[in-house]
């Protein structure tokens, strides 16, 4: 019932930017955090940016100062402004929505099918 469509990776230069969209649509669900992660080859899935639902926002301390993590509510979505890029930001990026189910009384977290990254001159 809960759907996360990720758009806006693809190719940068080191020093560029790019802006990563995830909306979350569906029925029957309040989006509460939101959030960020990245997977590199060979590396474990890591938090990069997350943003409550009162706009209180933590960043990876890799990309403290270069990415700004935001959110539309009245969209359900989540942006992730990527600046100053870097090679060792390739990865692929995945979106997490935390999920409030008022049938159920419980949170769950959604997850986006994750969108390539690549940082290459």
């Known amino acids: 019932q809960v759907q996360l469509v990720e758009s806006g990776g693809g190719l940068a230069q080191p020093g560029g930017s790019l802006r990563l969209s995830c909306r979350a649509s569906g029925s029957g669900f309040r989006v509460n955090g939101m959030g960020w992660h990245r997977q590199a080859p060979g590396k474990q899935r890591e938090l990069v940016a997350r943003i409550t639902s009162g706009g209180t926002t933590n960043y990876a301390d890799a990309v403290k100062g270069r990415f700004t993590i935001s959110r539309d509510n009245a969209k359900n979505t989540v942006y992730l402004q990527m600046d100053s890029l870097k090679p060792d930001d390739t990865a692929v990026y995945y979106c997490?929505?935390?999920?409030?189910?008022?049938?159920?009384?419980?949170?769950?977290?959604?997850w986006g099918q994750g969108t390539q990254v690549t940082v290459s001159s």
């Open positions: 997490s929505v935390d999920l409030w189910k008022p049938t159920t009384l419980r949170f769950t977290t959604a």
